[in-house]
């Protein structure tokens, strides 16, 4: 069996990094060295998202503060903290389940709310977990409103 060059983009090697990979990188060792502390102190973790959602861009800030609200009404046992330099909200056992991504991180066109396997949002064989975001109305709102219900009574 033959091996399989990789593709590497011009002017960068294959054990570099870009920019916005080392900063994701930093954040998350200074996220572990804190979850110490937020799982002692959830008003600290609290503090850290809203931190975050404050540094964003105006877009980002308003949808991040808006999905922030709406976990805090919804899904008040989920407690607040940041996880890879994004706003999350994790269960009991300290597993993040939901997170808000803004677009200014990535550079993409959309922010991305989004659940994870601790969500237990399972349905059938496929069901989806990450919402591309530009507005959050009424209807979004109801919409992933319907989705932090669903946490919540599955407990996650």
Same mark, same amino acid.
């Given at each position: ?10 002017? =960068? ?67 607040? =903290? ?24 990535? $550079? ?30 009424? $209807? ?8 932090? =219900?669903?946490?919540?009574? =599955?407990?996650?």
């Amino acid at each position: 069996m033959s091996k399989r060059k990789l593709s590497v983009p011009r002017g =960068r090697t294959a054990a570099s990094l870009s920019d916005t990979e080392k900063q994701a990188l930093k954040d998350t060792l200074q996220e572990r060295k804190k979850q110490i502390l937020w799982a002692k102190d959830p008003q600290a973790g609290r503090q850290a998202v809203e931190t975050l959602i404050s540094a964003m861009p105006e877009a980002d800030q308003k949808l991040a503060q808006a999905f922030h609200q709406l976990v805090l009404s919804i899904a008040p046992t989920l407690l607040p =903290r940041p996880w890879y330099g994004m706003p999350a909200y994790a269960n009991s056992a300290g597993q993040v389940v939901c997170f808000f991504q803004p677009a200014h991180k990535f $550079k993409t066109r959309y922010a991305t709310i989004g659940f994870t396997d601790k969500a237990y949002l399972d349905q059938d064989s496929l069901w989806p977990v990450s919402f591309a975001v530009i507005d959050l109305g009424e $209807k979004e709102i109801e919409h992933i409103a319907r989705l932090l =219900r669903n946490v919540m009574e =599955r407990k996650s």
